[in-house]
């Protein structure tokens, strides 16, 4: 059930309390939970104290789209949108727990496609139930709406779901004719998962992936500061103690990454974009050459290429970076 609007309230006076010493962001993001569902009075007062002269994304769940709620988001400076469509099937967004239809969602996206110069679709695929001309249907319906941003993220089931059984046999085939048909419509693969016209890509999440700096506010948010990874408890209670108790360091969960650790990281995020992982910068940073040899089994199999100095995923390489990265270390 939706939560009460006392705590609406009490949750953005929180989180302005959490971030009170760093309005100023150089690109802002708000979601994970969806700011659509505040009232007008929590949003004017959230987006009130949020500035940037860069982009400024929002989340959206299509059934809380309104012309009044769009109009304040533009009006406090957001410029880019996120909506969760996740699917254009009624039946699988019923078994999904989404309040909103398929009418509903594409209602939602026109206005707001209209309205801001740049945004993103969310969709689902590998959805119990879904054949790939479902999930191919959903892909080719927004794109004839002009869609300039699309994001698909196969579903993940935890154990002992009653859902029914994933066609997890069409994974790999939905992925890659998503993939085929948004680069044909001219929406290119930026990342793994991210599709986009030129000069739409999702300048925040880039910085996730070239592992910038980044602050997170609220519940379980993550952040990346000095080379630290660190987050608050994700249940709201604890972190709203820790919040009036004047945000102390140690009540911060830390992950200092070890020099192993570090090159993981900086192998997996930088084959997830399009510019691969540059062998200069990785020789510079780890003061050691890429092994090349042990990623040769995947080059001759066409998973990866290796050009102009970078090494990049290729062809089904997309679908197993997960099982690259295991087998490369």
């Known amino acids: 059930m939706p939560a009460p609007e006392r705590v609406h309230n009490e949750y953005v006076d ?15 993001y708000i979601g994970g939970g969806s700011p ?10 959230l ?7 860069g982009e400024f994304s929002m989340e959206w769940n299509p059934e809380e789209v309104s012309d009044e709620k769009i109009q304040l988001a533009l009006d406090f400076g957001v410029n880019r949108f996120s909506l969760g469509v996740q699917s254009l099937n009624d039946d699988l967004l019923k078994m999904l727990g989404r309040r909103h239809s398929a009418k509903t969602a594409l209602k939602a996206f026109e206005k707001l496609n209209r309205s801001f110069n740049t945004g993103s679709c969310d969709l689902m695929f590998c959805l119990p139930n879904q054949s790939t001309a479902d999930f191919l249907n959903d892909v080719e319906a927004l794109v ?7 994001s698909f993220y196969g579903l993940t089931l935890e154990k002992k779901t009653k859902l029914p059984p994933q066609p997890e046999d069409l994974y790999p085939e939905m992925y890659l004719k998503a993939a085929e048909f948004l680069e044909s419509a001219g929406l290119h693969r930026y990342e793994i998962s991210n599709f986009a016209m030129p000069n739409h890509e999702s300048k925040h999440n880039l910085v996730y992936w070239k592992r910038g700096q980044y602050l997170g506010a609220g519940p379980s948010a993550h952040s990346y500061l000095n080379g630290i990874r660190y987050y608050v408890s994700g249940k709201y209670l604890p972190w709203k103690k820790w919040v009036l108790s004047g945000c102390p360091q140690n009540g911060l969960t830390q992950d200092i990454p070890s020099l192993e650790g570090k090159e993981i990281e900086a192998i997996w995020l930088s084959l997830r974009t399009k510019e691969g992982l540059s062998l200069k910068s990785y020789e ?9 040899k042990k990623a040769e089994p995947f080059i001759k199999k066409g998973w990866l290429a290796v050009n102009e100095g970078y090494i990049r995923l290729n062809g089904e390489g997309f679908l197993w970076l997960d099982k690259l990265i295991l087998k490369i270390f």
């Open 284 to 292: 510079h940073e780890f003061n050691k050459k890429f092994d090349l």
């Open 36 to 45: 659509s569902a505040l009232s007008m009075g929590n949003l004017k007062k």
């Open 14 to 28: 929180l989180i302005l309390q959490e971030l009170k010493t760093t309005r100023n962001f150089e690109t802002i």
């Open 144 to 150: 004839s709406l002009n869609a300039k941003h699309i």
């Open 47 to 53: 987006l009130a104290n949020l500035k940037t002269d």
